[in-house]
């Protein structure tokens, strides 16, 4: 329950995905914070046309990297669909980001390599230097999720596969109430945290046309990925932590609200 705290009374729209809304929710809710959640995501598993080959080629790669708790989740679920088990696999795992990690652990994948920056672009450079991939490499994705990973291991010579295990989609029934939340003027911060909640925040803006509506509002990004996707919307971002997860990116909204000028 809301009470006083950093964040009392602002009220914050969450539009990550409803696996992880509610959990936001919690963190905001305990500073203070209102809480408004219209889950801008909603993911599904995604069949590859090419992935039945994996049932006698998974043993042949040297890592597979995840770069998301959703690619572990999906990842889990199509080793279900083949038929195959994790003892299939005898090479090792990655995992961007301390949150994927805790994920893989949670479902007995042993995680033997965690860059110490958490995007795609420094997890390659980090990677090569590190680990030296001498191997085939395997990155379970979605089918929106950037191909840096893949883009700079096929450039340092390092053989490299995507496996798209899901999509990520708009749901249609928060669209309605994306555009009443918006029209009635009363959020003091919108958060995002993938440049997908972006994407789909500003399709609804653009259907509606509610840019007048959304142009002072602070916005809050989890990294500088979400943030220069935000910025190229001409969104003005003033909350992004150096620490890419949410309870940073909450952090930085109660400093940020609390060191606001008074109006």
Request: aromatic fraction near 10%; proline fraction near 4%.
């Given at each position: ?211 007048d509506k959304i142009g002072d509002i602070p916005i809050a990004c989890i990294g500088p990925i979400t943030k220069n996707t935000a910025e190229k919307y001409g969104l003005h971002v003033k909350i992004c932590p150096g620490i890419y997860t949410v309870n940073e990116m909450v952090n930085e909204m109660k400093e940020f609200i609390t060191n606001r000028p008074s109006k």
């Open positions: 329950m809301k009470g006083k705290g950093p964040l009392e009374n602002i009220k914050v729209l969450i539009t990550r995905g409803s696996e992880g809304s509610s959990e936001t929710a919690s963190l905001i809710e305990d500073v203070g914070g209102v809480p408004i959640v219209v889950p801008l995501l909603h993911f599904q598993p995604h069949e590859d046309e090419w992935e039945t080959n994996l049932r006698t080629t998974i043993h042949t790669y040297e890592w597979i990297i995840f770069t998301s708790k959703n690619g572990v989740r999906f990842f889990l679920q199509a080793l279900k669909r083949l038929q195959l088990d994790l003892s299939s696999f005898s090479g090792k795992f990655a995992a961007v980001g301390s949150k994927t990690e805790q994920y893989c652990r949670k479902y007995g994948i042993p995680v033997s390599f965690v860059p110490d920056h958490f995007t795609g672009d420094d997890f390659a450079d980090e990677f090569i230097s590190k680990v030296k991939p001498s191997g085939d490499v395997l990155i379970p994705k979605g089918n929106l999720a950037r191909n840096v990973i893949a883009s700079e291991l096929a450039s340092a010579g390092v053989s490299c596969q995507e496996w798209i295990v899901y999509e990520t989609v708009l749901p249609e029934g928060c669209i309605g109430q994306l555009k009443d939340i918006i029209e009635k003027e009363e959020l003091d911060i919108i958060t995002f945290t993938s440049s997908s909640t972006v994407h789909h925040f500003m399709k609804v803006v653009d259907q509606y046309n509610l840019h």
